[in-house]
T-cell receptor, first 111, second 114 residues
């Protein structure tokens, strides 16, 4: 079942920050937020994940609200290569060996 | 290191035939999962294999089956193909599976059923 809600599409100017929102109002205390992206004709790629603290890696930052009901993935300086479908996934850290991808947000980076 | 390799990249089959797709995971990865991606249903989990055993299965009919070999390579088979089986089939490997991260996906096999 879909536990997340994402806007179907967003545009972002090249070089600007891309902020992709995700609502997960029914998230449980032991569920993490994961982000994957899928560039056209490729398999999904893991980006980042977090539980309640903000996280940053070489690809992106993840901001989770204090009540954990929503989060934002931030690509600090979007490039054309960041054009992709971005999926927000909520699940426990370990357990069932499947990922539920939902419909995602199609991000288009505009030159 | 080499990524996840799926063969073939493209395949055209006739309705009623069967097909076998192959996935070679990253060296050392023991878990292989399979997903089906269609425009209408998106990415859907098919099944996962770990140490030659199916550990988890999605909601697909019995025409979809798979197996894993001792070297962790995996195959999935679809029998009695239907037009609706046309899709991109993706496999993902991970060290142990069971986590929300650590999956590396292949580029997929695009199956067209005519």
């Amino acid at each position: 079942d879909a536990k997340t809600t994402q806007p179907p599409s967003m545009d972002c100017a090249e070089g600007r920050a891309a902020n992709l929102p995700c609502n997960h109002s029914t998230i449980s205390g032991n569920e993490y937020v994961y982000w994957y992206r899928q560039i056209h004709s490729q398999g999904p790629q893991y980006i980042i994940h977090g539980l309640k603290n903000n996280e940053t890696n070489e690809m992106a930052s993840l901001i989770i609200t204090e009540d954990r009901k929503s989060s934002t993935l931030i690509l600090p300086h979007a490039t054309l290569r960041d054009t992709a479908v971005y999926y927000c996934i909520v699940r426990v850290e370990s357990g069932a060996n499947n990922l539920f991808f939902g419909t995602g947000t199609r991000l288009t980076v505009i030159p | 290191k080499a990524g996840v390799t799926q063969t073939p990249r493209y395949l055209i089959k006739t309705r009623g035939q069967q097909v076998t797709l192959s996935c070679s995971p990253i060296s050392g990865h023991r878990s292989v999962s399979w997903y089906q991606q269609t425009p209408g249903q998106g990415l859907q989990f098919l099944f996962e294999y770990f140490s030659e055993t199916q550990r988890n299965k999605g909601n697909f009919p019995g025409r979809f089956s798979g197996r894993q070999f001792s070297n962790s390579r995996s195959e999935m088979n679809v029998s009695t193909l239907e037009l609706g089986d046309s899709a991109l089939y993706l496999c993902a490997s991970s060290l142990e599976g069971g986590y929300g991260y650590g999956y590396t996906f292949g580029s997929g096999t695009r199956l067209t059923v005519v």
